[in-house]
């Protein structure tokens, strides 16, 4: 044999190794297996709805139990835990066969890191049997990619619904406000941005009554503080959870830390920033604050209506673009469950997989997202021109603010950089580190500034609490805090 004959067979060789290490390159075929309509086989289904979302995904399974599901012989039955964490615990207890536990079901709605959990235990099918590359080169790509955790080019979480962070804003108090003050919504497409207006607000509320120091309102919240972390950093230019191969490096860069304290902690202690209830669609409407930044399902859970110990009023909403650090790259952060099939026989794998194509075909996509607050799964449904012909031409109703949120994803999604970490051993337990420990620092401080006495002691107290010594000895704990978690402690 020739040495060029030699040499391109092995560069062919090295290029197939090199794709199928990558993960998502999938195969030109896929699996099928004869199914028996007289004899459908019969799937269950676990997962997290509840209210609107439920009742949609409900009709959309029992539209395919008469349509598909009754042609091919399969019948799915879905079980809704009402909440993540009720979820994962119930899938939890089934991989750990506590007794009374229910047996996992063929599919389940699941985040990566549960998932990654586990598949690790050898119990989620590899979806590339079953969908061929065509099949998966249709949904955006990062969406399929956050699937592959296991560095063996299988396939473990099927993208059925994503979501991102938007910004979410009272309009009726912000009108007020910034008709008086002259702050226009341009300047919160930064966090400083933020910042900044949260202060000129608070100063704003605090003159409203001059016989009482110090009461001005807080303008601003978030939820899922991991997030400000994750997107944060990623915008800033790093990996605050550098994986590979499973192994977990911890880039906390003390300067980019800094900026995250300096404008999170620092203005919630200083009254600027503020969380009061589960949400912070909760805070708005109790008036405590009147913007926030949160999933872009939040948007459903956004009140009409602000309530008060003394009042009662209608507010109207403005849908922004979640802010980001200045001078930062324009990444959001992607998340929201896919669905998992459990490794079984044949039969159920591959009946599985057939729901999963249906439900994420565009119309029914599209259909459940309407209801969902998430966005579509597929590339040619997330253009806001494609989103409106579906809608228009198959009758489907769309929420008011859903719609608005969509619209505004949709108007800039191929500008968009979307990320989410790669998952790795007690990474749960390592965000859990971000959700919480500046958040339970800046409450902490704020009730010490909120209990000092008079102005000198007050901004004492705050000049304390948000002094180049107090960041060091938090960063110092925040640090050992996630080596902490990592290890299991």
Request: glycine share 8%; charged share 25%; aromatic share 14%.
């Amino acid at each position: 044999m020739k040495k060029r004959t030699i040499a391109r067979m092995m560069a062919a060789v090295m290029a197939i190794g090199m794709l199928s290490g990558c993960g998502g390159s999938g195969s030109d075929t896929s699996k099928k297996v004869k199914l028996d309509p007289d004899h459908p086989v019969s799937l269950k289904i676990w997962h997290y709805y509840n209210g609107t979302q439920q009742a949609t995904f409900d009709d959309l399974v029992e539209e395919f139990n008469a349509t598909k599901g009754k042609d091919e012989g399969i019948y799915v039955e879905s079980y809704s835990y009402g909440s993540v964490s009720d979820l994962e615990q119930a899938v939890s207890d089934s991989l750990d066969g506590v007794v009374g536990a229910d047996e996992l079901p063929d599919i389940f709605s699941s985040y990566a890191d549960t998932a990654y959990s586990v598949q690790k235990k050898g119990k989620l099918t590899d979806l590339t049997q079953y969908f061929t590359a065509a099949d998966l080169d249709k949904f955006v790509d990062s969406y399929v990619q956050e699937g592959y955790f296991a560095q063996d080019g299988a396939l473990y979480l099927m993208p059925v619904a994503k979501s991102t962070e938007i910004m979410m804003i009272n309009k009726t108090d912000w009108d007020k406000f910034a008709g008086e003050t002259g702050c226009s919504l341009d300047e919160l497409a930064t966090i400083e941005g933020v910042v900044s207006v949260a202060e000129k607000y608070y100063n704003w509320t605090d003159e409203q009554t001059p016989d009482i120091p110090n009461d001005g309102k807080a303008f601003y919240g978030r939820d899922a503080l991991a997030n400000y972390f994750i997107i944060g950093m990623k915008q800033m230019g790093t990996e605050i959870f550098q994986v590979e191969d499973g192994k977990v490096t911890f880039n906390t860069d003390k300067e980019l830390v800094k900026r995250l304290w300096d404008n999170y902690y620092v203005p919630y202690v200083k009254g600027y920033f503020a969380a009061y209830g589960k949400f912070r669609s909760d805070d708005v409407k109790t008036g405590d604050i009147i913007a926030y930044t949160g999933s872009t399902s939040s948007t459903f859970y956004f009140p009409d209506f602000v309530e008060t110990d003394d009042e009662s009023y209608p507010i109207e909403y403005i849908v922004q673009d979640a802010p980001i650090m200045e001078g930062g790259e324009n990444y959001k952060v992607q998340q929201g469950a896919g669905m998992a099939v459990t490794k079984s026989d044949e039969e159920h794998e591959y009946a599985s997989c057939e729901f999963l194509k249906w439900f994420t075909e565009k119309e029914n996509n599209i259909r459940f997202i309407c209801d969902s607050g998430y966005l579509p799964v597929l590339k040619e449904a997330n253009n806001i021109d494609e989103f409106n012909k579906t809608v228009k031409e198959n009758n489907i109703e769309v929420n008011e603010k859903a719609y608005a949120c969509i619209e505004k994803i949709m108007s800039d999604f191929d500008n968009t950089k979307f990320y989410t970490t790669k998952n790795f051993d007690n990474g749960y337990n390592a965000r859990n580190v971000l959700t919480y420990n500046m958040a339970d620092a800046a409450s902490d401080a704020k009730a010490a500034v909120d209990a000092a006495g008079d102005d000198a002691s007050r901004q004492k107290t705050i000049d304390e609490y948000t002094s180049d010594e107090a960041f060091d000895a938090w960063y110092d704990g925040f640090n050992s805090a996630l080596e902490q978690a990592v290890a299991g402690e």
